[in-house]
């Protein structure tokens, strides 16, 4: 009884002490939430495209959008869900007037006078650019309405923007990268607001307090704090779904408050400052205005070459909760969530069909 009685105290004592280190490094509180939630196998059904589609995929309504490296002279390439008919390929590759050397994906949408708009990011020329979709399908060609200066080199000393999440036709949240400083320390990704009229800064939002150095891993630095993030729809928060730690950040967008909500793993930010192997956790994510929907690894890295398959979703609620645990027949690549139609979207790696499910039917009827 004695032994059991040590080993209990020396396990509550190190779960304190992580706790007291993890509010050394995270900038809000940490709340542990239980990982058991109702569990249910589904299958999704397919939908084959009219046209070969590849890339990282964005939804909105009946459209579907891939950002798609394949194709010779656009960027975007946009397929009509109902139909499966290829509306068009967008946005110009190039150096030219209205064209882009390297764009990032689509992180969201805003609609201005009726018109479905985004933003197009251009690392290269330091700017981000307002594509009309709606006017660019109407004359099937690509309309840009304005470009405005972002100047990150200067501004954040080399740290590229890597998460664009548009609040409304005004706001961006733009989140900066973390980048290294040493081959073990690398700088804090955060949130700048900025204004989306001229591009001015208007403040910051700060995720963490301090940086992981660890001299005993193969990981590189810049990659420990790593999440995938998505904004709710009305704007009013933003989701990180964390990579090395099986942790769901909330950050909300008024009071710009960070809480982190951690399963009951064994794993820990400080953990990440002594571990030689770290596993992917959260590896996808996208969000409507009821639920984030997040694809879920927990096992050891891949082998080189070797295809991935994982086939879990985690949905939690926006206080946090993880609500289902879905399992999919297929293995997944992209998610994206149609928040009008209430359809969650998914591809394969596996091939070109469009995978897809009621989200209603995620949420109900889930078995232990």
Not at 37 to 64: C, M, Q, R, W, Y
Not at 85 to 113: L, S
Request: aromatic share 10%.
């Amino acid at each position: 009884m004695k032994t059991i009685y040590c080993v209990l105290l020396l396990l509550v004592l190190a779960s304190c002490n992580n706790k007291g280190q993890d509010t050394d490094i995270f900038n809000g509180d940490i709340i542990n939430i239980e990982e058991h939630a109702p569990e249910k196998e589904v299958e999704f059904k397919k939908l084959t495209l009219k046209g070969l589609n590849f890339g990282n995929l964005a939804i909105h309504d009946s459209l579907v959008f891939f950002m798609n490296p394949k194709l010779q002279s656009k960027w975007f390439q946009l397929f009509n869900c109902h139909t499966l008919d290829e509306m068009g390929e967008f946005v110009g590759k190039g150096n030219g007037h209205e064209e882009f050397i390297a764009v990032g994906p689509i992180w969201n949408f805003y609609t201005e006078n009726n018109e479905l708009k985004t933003l197009i990011f251009d690392g290269n020329k330091e700017s981000v650019s307002v594509w009309n979709i709606t006017k660019s399908l109407t004359s099937k060609s690509t309309i840009i309405e304005k470009e405005i200066k972002m100047p990150w080199k200067k501004e954040n000393r080399g740290a590229c923007f890597n998460e664009l999440l548009i609040k409304d036709s005004c706001t961006l949240y733009a989140k900066v990268s973390a980048t290294p400083i040493n081959d073990y320390d690398a700088s804090l990704p955060y949130y700048q607001i900025r204004d989306l009229r001229n591009g001015e800064k208007i403040s910051d939002i700060h995720i963490f307090k301090k940086s992981i150095v660890n001299k005993q891993t193969k990981f590189l630095p810049q990659t420990f704090f790593y999440s995938h993030d998505a904004m709710k729809p009305d704007g009013s928060k933003i989701a990180q779904a964390m990579l090395h730690v099986p942790q769901l950040n909330i950050i909300d967008t008024k009071s710009k408050a960070v809480t982190g909500y951690r399963m009951n793993e064994n794993m820990s930010l400080s953990d990440l400052e002594t571990s030689k192997e770290l596993k992917p956790y959260f590896i996808r994510i996208c969000a409507d205005d009821n639920y984030i929907y997040t694809v879920f690894c927990g096992k050891a890295a891949w082998k080189v070459n070797e295809v991935p398959c994982v086939n879990h979703i985690y949905i939690f609620d926006w206080e946090g909760h993880l609500v289902r645990k879905i399992i999919t027949k297929h293995c997944i690549d992209e998610i994206a969530v149609d928040g009008i139609n209430k359809i969650l979207y998914t591809t394969s790696p596996m091939d070109e069909k469009l995978y897809y499910i009621k989200t209603d039917e995620l949420i109900t009827g889930a078995t232990l």
